[in-house]
Nanobody, 117 residues
Framework: QVQLAESGGGLVQAGGSLRLSCAAS????????MAWYRQAPGKQRELVAV???????NYGDSVKGRFTISRDNAKNAVYLQMNSLKTEDTAVYYC???????????WGQGTQVTVSS
């Protein structure tokens, strides 16, 4: 078992930047794919970005060119650098990690990101 904890959310003006972090409670619990999702009020949760253990990344169309996902395998952590933020990026952002060699996913509790106009 492992817990994931996000941090770094907050209130920012449109055009600004934020960096989200997500750390696993156990550094020796191997996670394969790690990802960021978000959920805005009244909307379904959507994939923001995903990164494999080897560093291959993929992004949702709405954030391509603005957001960058990265990870530190030694720390079992994943990060999301968000630039050129828009009001439509306002959502609760969740971190997800998949246990190595399984399809078992772990989720963080979420962190609120609010972008004001």
């Amino acid at each position: 078992q492992v817990q994931l904890a996000e941090s770094g959310g907050g209130l920012v003006q449109a055009g600004g930047s934020l960096r989200l972090s997500c750390a696993a409670s156990r550094s020796n619990f191997r996670l394969s794919v790690m990802a960021w999702y978000r959920q805005a009020p009244g909307k379904q949760r959507e994939l923001v970005a995903v990164i494999t253990s080897g560093g291959v990344t993929n992004y949702g169309d709405s954030v391509k060119g603005r957001f960058t996902i990265s990870r530190d395998n030694a720390k079992n952590a994943v990060y999301l650098q968000m630039n050129s933020l828009k009001t439509e990026d306002t959502a609760v952002y969740y971190c997800k990690g998949r246990a190595w060699g399984s399809e078992l996913d772990y989720w963080g509790q979420g962190t609120q990101v609010t972008v004001s106009s």
